[in-house]
C-alpha cells in the first residue's frame, strides 16, 4: 500500500516541477535585442502602381528585338530562351494535350497515367523515334531540334490517341 502512496507522490510531483518549468525555445525578442537593434515600424502609405497602358502607347521592344509582354507598370518580360520540356499525358485513354506548339530545341515527354493500367506503343509518323512501349507511369522523352509539324498516334487506339508537335 505504501508503495501505491510513493508512486502517486512521484507522479503528482513530476507534474509539478514540469508545470514550473518555462519552455525557453521561444525568444523574447525584448530581451535578446539591444537598443538600436530593434526593428521600426515604417507607417506611411504606398502609393498605388497604375497597369494601365495607354491606348497610344506602342508595346516596348526589347534589346533582341522582340516585343516585351510587359503591362505597362514598368516591367519588361524578357522571353527565356532556355529550352523548355512539355508533358503529355497518355490518361483515360487519351493524349492530353494532344496538340502542343513549341521551340526548337524543346522536348516533349510522354507519360503513361491510364488507368487501368495498360501498356501503349508510342508511334512517330515521321519515323523521328522507333516504336516505344510506354508501360503504366512509363515515359518516352524527344527532343525536336528542328522546325516543322510532327504527329504521332498511340498504335490501337489511334482515332482517341493522337496529336500533332508544331516545332517554330
Same mark, same amino acid.
Given at each position: 500500500m505504501n508503495l501505491k502512496w510513493i508512486a502517486i507522490l512521484m507522479i503528482l510531483f513530476s507534474?509539478? /516541477?514540469a508545470g514550473c518549468v518555462s519552455d525557453n525555445d521561444q525568444d523574447d525578442t525584448d530581451?535578446? @535585442?539591444s537598443e538600436g537593434e530593434q526593428n521600426e515600424t515604417i507607417d506611411e502609405e504606398i502609393p498605388a502602381v497604375d497597369n494601365e497602358t495607354p491606348a497610344? $502607347?506602342?508595346?516596348?521592344v526589347v534589346d533582341n528585338g522582340t516585343p +516585351? &509582354?510587359? %503591362?505597362? +507598370? !514598368?516591367v519588361t518580360v524578357v522571353p527565356s530562351t532556355?529550352? +523548355? %520540356?512539355? &508533358? /503529355? #499525358?497518355? $490518361?483515360?485513354?487519351?493524349?492530353?494535350?494532344?496538340?502542343? &506548339? @513549341?521551340n526548337s530545341g524543346d522536348s516533349v515527354v510522354w507519360i503513361n497515367f491510364n488507368s487501368p493500367t495498360r501498356n501503349f506503343v508510342l508511334i512517330s509518323n515521321e519515323e523521328l523515334w522507333e516504336d516505344q512501349t510506354i508501360g503504366? #507511369?512509363?515515359? =518516352? /522523352? =524527344?527532343?525536336?531540334?528542328?522546325?516543322? &509539324?510532327?504527329?504521332?498516334? @498511340?498504335?490501337?487506339?489511334? $482515332? #482517341?490517341?493522337? !496529336?500533332?508537335?508544331? /516545332? @517554330?
Amino acid at each position: 500500500m505504501n508503495l501505491k502512496w510513493i508512486a502517486i507522490l512521484m507522479i503528482l510531483f513530476s507534474l509539478l /516541477v514540469a508545470g514550473c518549468v518555462s519552455d525557453n525555445d521561444q525568444d523574447d525578442t525584448d530581451e535578446n @535585442i539591444s537598443e538600436g537593434e530593434q526593428n521600426e515600424t515604417i507607417d506611411e502609405e504606398i502609393p498605388a502602381v497604375d497597369n494601365e497602358t495607354p491606348a497610344d $502607347e506602342e508595346t516596348p521592344v526589347v534589346d533582341n528585338g522582340t516585343p +516585351s &509582354t510587359g %503591362t505597362g +507598370s !514598368g516591367v519588361t518580360v524578357v522571353p527565356s530562351t532556355d529550352p +523548355s %520540356t512539355y &508533358t /503529355v #499525358r497518355l $490518361e483515360n485513354f487519351l493524349a492530353l494535350p494532344a496538340n502542343l &506548339t @513549341i521551340n526548337s530545341g524543346d522536348s516533349v515527354v510522354w507519360i503513361n497515367f491510364n488507368s487501368p493500367t495498360r501498356n501503349f506503343v508510342l508511334i512517330s509518323n515521321e519515323e523521328l523515334w522507333e516504336d516505344q512501349t510506354i508501360g503504366y #507511369r512509363g515515359r =518516352h /522523352v =524527344h527532343t525536336f531540334n528542328e522546325t516543322g &509539324t510532327y504527329t504521332y498516334k @498511340i498504335q490501337g487506339y489511334e $482515332e #482517341r490517341m493522337k !496529336g500533332t508537335i508544331n /516545332v @517554330i
